[in-house]
């Protein structure tokens, strides 16, 4: 598995909810009485992908698809949470739940009532390194739609009544979580990961970081953000290339063109470490972090690879097999890639019994170990590489929504409006000396290991 820029890939937690539902009955009903006909549509035939620029210039990917009457919009502005001042961390996550809670001339309730009845829903999320915005719209009501999502991209309210009730929802999950395991788990092994890194402090924030954001906090950041050369758009549905050049404008042609966003720098993982979050708990989680590679790195590829290998969420994986398989310690287990822009590592995580944790640690690391030495065979090289190129579409093409999203992420890694039609050339080009190397340069290091769980008896280091 790879995974890209997720605030949450390194996270126990999932992100908890900001606000309440915004889809729209008419959506919902359109989106579920179609659903097993977008799929076929989309994957029946080579998508094309047009590039299209505003008078403005402002960019974005489109793929037109008229097989049902629906616009799936998603964008994302550079600088998410990082840009959280010291003492106000949980900014941005705060913001995001507001972007729908009244803008321009529309309170929040008004503002909620123009959304469903234009049939669409929009949604803000923060991850480390971005802010993005999403819009499914019904095609006929699109103008309606680009119309509030222009108002939410420009114009946002930020008023002290809305601020207060999603600030208090923040806060009740804050103190939810408190003694949470997973929560403060994730608190240490960040912190014991990044340092004083921005990566190191939760998104939303603590009690006293969200009490202290005020509504000048908000609008600052949204005035950093938010600007042209930041920005990133992809488009997929019932929509021309032509129309979309004026929505373009529309929605974020009078946004400043430079974003002001604090510097972050690179941060290398701190490994090598043996953390405990000890609590009476009957399943223990385990976690894991080797070295990562950089997306644009020559070695990317044959990583891939590797990772797949080895625990990449497929049944054939080594971890999978001597895990699970052959031992029934736990449900599951997987390794990632994890790569966001200031930092890449190698995750793997599982949960077993507590009175089998030691059993556990020790076979995941013995796996690693055997893989660094003495890499995959050629048949697993083989079948891997079939997996990773015909699973593509079915894993980031499955829906207009997961298009766009798929559009925005080539588009932050600079790989290229064809790159679809590349990768399986990269994959297929790699070697097996190449994965036998990302394997001994990645897994030859000594991991981070975090146990949550009883106390382990003995080092746990297998």
């Known amino acids: 598995m790879h995974m890209r820029k997720s605030a949450k890939a390194l996270s126990l937690l999932p992100q908890e909810e900001k606000g309440r539902p915004r889809a729209s009955a008419a959506l919902a009903t359109l989106v579920l009485s179609i659903l097993f006909l977008i799929l076929p549509a989309l994957a029946a035939r080579a998508m094309e992908i047009q590039q299209v620029t505003s008078p403005k210039g402002i960019t974005a990917w489109l793929v037109e698809d008229y097989s049902v009457p629906i616009v799936a919009v998603r964008f994302v502005f550079g600088g998410g949470s990082t840009q959280d001042p010291a003492g106000k961390e949980g900014l941005a996550n705060l913001m995001t739940g507001l972007f729908d809670e009244g ?3 529309l309170d929040s309730e008004a503002f909620q009532i123009k959304l469903d009845d234009a049939g669409a829903e929009m949604s803000f999320d923060e991850t480390r390194d971005g802010i993005y915005g999403s819009m499914r719209m019904l095609a006929e009501q699109r103008d309606e739609a680009f119309d509030l999502l222009r108002l939410a991209v420009n114009e946002p309210r930020f008023d002290q009544a809305p601020i207060d009730r999603i600030r208090a929802q923040i806060l009740s999950g804050i103190i939810a ?3 949470n395991p997973d929560t403060v788990a994730q608190s240490k092994w960040a912190r014991a990961i990044y340092g004083d890194h921005p990566y190191s402090r939760s998104d939303q924030g603590t009690r006293q970081s969200i009490a202290a954001v005020t509504q000048n906090d908000l609008k600052t950041l949204h005035k950093a953000v938010f600007a042209r050369g930041g920005l990133h758009v992809a488009v997929v ?3 021309d290339a032509e129309t979309l050049r004026k929505k373009l404008d529309m929605v974020f042609g009078d946004l400043p063109q430079n974003q002001a966003l604090t510097p972050v720098a690179d941060v290398e993982p701190k ?3 043996h953390l405990e979050v000890n609590y009476d708990l009957p399943q223990t989680s385990l976690q894991l972090a080797w070295p990562g590679v950089k997306r644009k790195s020559a070695d990317f590829f044959p990583a891939v690879l590797m990772n797949e290998i080895l625990g990449g969420g497929t049944f054939t994986s080594r971890l999978y097999q001597e895990v699970r398989e052959k031992r029934g310690l736990a449900y599951g287990v997987n390794s990632s890639l994890v790569n966001q822009d200031h930092a890449n590592a190698l995750i793997v995580t599982t949960g ?6 030691a059993e556990t640690l020790g076979i995941v690391r013995d796996v690693a170990r055997q893989l660094a030495e003495d890499g995959p065979t050629e048949a697993e090289l083989a079948a891997t590489k079939k997996y990773l190129i015909g699973a593509y579409a079915i894993t980031n093409l499955d829906s207009s ?13 600079d790989l290229g409006i064809d790159y679809m039609q590349r990768r399986a050339g990269y994959i297929n ?8 190397a990302a394997a001994k340069k990645l897994l030859t290091t000594e991991p981070t290991i975090m146990v949550v769980g009883p106390p382990l008896a003995g080092d746990g280091k297998g």
């Open 401 to 413: 929504s997961s298009i766009a999203a798929t559009l925005v992420e080539l588009q932050l890694d």
């Open 352 to 357: 077993t019994r507590s009175d089998r944790v």
């Open 429 to 436: 080009a790699v070697t097996l000396d190449q994965v036998k």
């Open 177 to 179: 979580n408190e003694n």
């Open 103 to 105: 803008a321009g001339p």
């Open 271 to 273: 490994l090598a470490q």
């Open 237 to 239: 549905g019932a929509i």
